[in-house]
């Protein structure tokens, strides 16, 4: 896939992939030997049927593949871009054991962007009107699979997000080097233009609770709120002026575009020497945030090694071109500031792996004597989220798990509470984007089928 070069691209904030070429797209997909019992698609969360996909673009029908993509998966442009292909579908494309798999990802981010910016993006028949009104919370990729199922069989559908932009960790927390803005959008548009109510800046559990919903006449409701509860490392001097979640750095920079301050009102710290904690994703898109930002250096500090990073393989390597700096097997232990308050210094202790801990992982352990001090004027906490207790607190009889996560049947995604369904990292803890439209496919299915049920009750005057 062509791209921008390093040099160039620490200097903004484009997306950096430039994507294929119709013919070399062609030529990729000419490599798939449509094999008949595809294991890629076992590979696939949510199942795509990657070599009927792969086919329509040999007969030239991108729009056509990029449909069949949908059939399954309604998000393929913001899946081509950052779903881990490279774990999934294409780690077992037959093609991999002697050569480079067919590379899936960047064959569904072509189709996609061809059918969208050819306005070929079809609206689909909408089934009679049901009288049914559904209410979905938070419009990540949870909320707007659910949405877009279930205003197809005519259900009224209303979104509810907290945050004045819809998308979720796709608009406030992915930057726009990654995945362009105006892409999430574009889907927002699909389903309002299906008839989806969006309300934004609302913060249910605090403008109306989920009893509150049901009182103004919403018949079923599917929480999809997310892991936004930014984690600490709870040590000495994380309170001082400087030290950010990467939740606030990256909702700073990529929603309120403080990138661009001050035409836009949000400012950012912009630090010259700048750590960013974590091994994951977020920590990724950090890093190379805070060198489109200005760092002289931008270090990743990570306390196991490379291998056991969750980041995508193409994210390290991207931050690696860029010239992030790793401090593998090393830990913060405390934060030192001047006398205003600000950080300007971080103590740390190198680790070395021990025995495998709950998570399969080898613990890392700390190794006694070897502190020492890293100067830094700006710290980025990117140890990963948990749940946002709101919903699950203003809502008696909702069941959750000791993570604070909502429990669910993994079956119909229902709650404990009849006609509330829930789905995506609110219920797994932060995943993939995936996996959270996924769960809104299950969702939406179970959603349609409780609101017909309901439909039949009512005909039979119960
Ligand atoms: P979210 O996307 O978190 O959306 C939840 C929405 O609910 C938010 O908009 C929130 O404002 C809203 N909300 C919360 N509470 C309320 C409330 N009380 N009322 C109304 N609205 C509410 N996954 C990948 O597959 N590939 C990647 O490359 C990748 N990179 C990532 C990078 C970052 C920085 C982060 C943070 C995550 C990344 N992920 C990635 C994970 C992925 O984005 C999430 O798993 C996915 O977005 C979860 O979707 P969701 O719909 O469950 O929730
Ligand atoms: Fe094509 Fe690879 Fe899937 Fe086989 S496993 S159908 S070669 S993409």
Known sequence: MPQQDPENRINNFFEVPYGLEEEIAFTEASRCIECAKAPCIGGCPVEVDIPGFIKL????????????????????????RVCPQEEQCEVVCVLGKKFKPVAIGYLERFVADYERENDLVQLPEKGPGTGFKVAIVGSGPAGLTVAGDLIKHGHDVTIFEALHKTGGVLVYGIPEFRLPKKIVQSECDYLARL????QTSTVIGKSDTIDELFQMGFDAIFIGTGAGLPNFMGIPGENLIGIYSSNEYLTRSNLMRAFDFPSY????????????????NTAMDSVRTALRLGADNAYIIYRRSETEMPARIEEIHHAMEEGVQFHLLTNPVKFIGNDDGKVIAMECIKME?????????????????????????LVVVAIGNSSNPLIPQTTPGLDTNRWGNIVVNPETMQTSREGVYAGGDIVTGGATVILAAGAGKKAAKAMHQYLLSRKNSIAAGF
């Open 353 to 377: 792996l021990g025995e495998p801990d709950s998570s399969g992982r080898r613990r890392p352990v700390p190794i006694e004597g070897s502190n020492f001090v890293m100067n830094v004027d």
């Open 57 to 80: 673009i040999l007969e030239k029908d991108y729009a056509g593949a990029a449909r069949k993509i949908k059939a399954t998966n309604s998000l393929p442009a913001i899946c081509g």
């Open 265 to 280: 009102d949000t400012p950012i710290i912009r630090g010259k020497n700048v750590a960013v904690l974590g091994g994951g």
């Open 195 to 198: 008839g989806v109510d969006f």
